[in-house]
T-cell receptor, first 113, second 111 residues
Framework: NAGVTQTPKFQVLKTGQSMTLQCAQDMNHEYMSWYRQDPGMGLRLIHYSVGAGITDQGEVPNGYNVSRSTTEDFPLRLLSAAPSQTSVYFC????????????FGSGTRLTVV | RKEVEQDPGPFNVPEGATVAFNCTYSNSASQSFFWYRQDCRKEPKLLMSVYSSGNEDGRFTAQLNRASQYISLLIRDSKLSDSATYLCVVDRGAAGNKLTFGGGTRVLVKP
């Protein structure tokens, strides 16, 4: 049982490049979310999904796209990388949110130069 | 004002001592409350959910005060392994899907 798997663990991008951060969970969780963590800011919600085919924006969605074609996968796409997107990105999943809590992946450390 | 506020610390705690800290939240409609633990450069891990009646898990006790809009975490008999950043998390989504994180309280347990 792998839990939540994120790839890659580290990535350096040039400004303007695009890429996809991968997230997969094997716990049959309905809810999945993407967060970014910046020093002094805490984790902030980028996008979330409450089931396959359903996604919505969080508090900092600009510059990112998501899709949820299967229960297991929730990729995050950076459309045109900017230095402001340098951050640590965490994917998380939950059975149904609420009191169940979330399980986080180990994170992707992204640097945009 | 941030939705979830925490004292960043650090709280320097002698091994074996008790430490307690609070977190305040601004959205009175918040439904669920949690404490997560985050070690340096690692992912957050769920420590415990916080229930209205308060709850205990071993050496950890969490309390919720809805009237004053704060939650607390108390750690008894602190261990060196308790050194971490403790994140206060509030779920403001009616469907349980919008976690808001505090900035974290750093705890350093020293011999």
């Amino acid at each position: 049982n792998a839990g939540v798997t994120q790839t890659p663990k580290f990535q350096v991008l040039k400004t303007g490049q695009s890429m996809t951060l991968q997230c997969a969970q094997d716990m049959n969780h309905e809810y999945m979310s993407w967060y970014r963590q910046d020093p002094g800011m805490g984790l902030r919600l980028i996008h979330y999904s409450v089931g396959a085919g359903i996604t919505d924006q969080g508090e900092v969605p600009n510059g990112y796209n998501v899709s949820r074609s299967t229960t297991e996968d929730f990729p995050l796409r950076l459309l045109s990388a900017a230095p402001s997107q340098t951050s640590v990105y965490f994917c998380a999943s939950s059975y149904r949110g609420g009191g169940y809590g979330y399980t986080f992946g180990s994170g992707t450390r992204l640097t945009v130069v | 004002r941030k939705e979830v506020e925490q004292d960043p610390g650090p709280f320097n705690v002698p091994e074996g001592a008790t430490v307690a800290f609070n977190c305040t939240y601004s959205n009175s409609a918040s439904q669920s409350f949690f404490w997560y633990r985050q070690d340096c450069r690692k992912e957050p891990k769920l420590l415990m959910s916080v229930y209205s009646s308060g709850n205990e898990d071993g050496r950890f006790t969490a309390q919720l005060n809805r009237a004053s809009q704060y939650i607390s975490l108390l750690i008894r008999d602190s261990k060196l392994s308790d050194s971490a950043t403790y994140l206060c998390v509030v779920d403001r989504g009616a469907a349980g899907n919008k976690l808001t994180f505090g900035g974290g309280t750093r705890v350093l347990v020293k011999p």
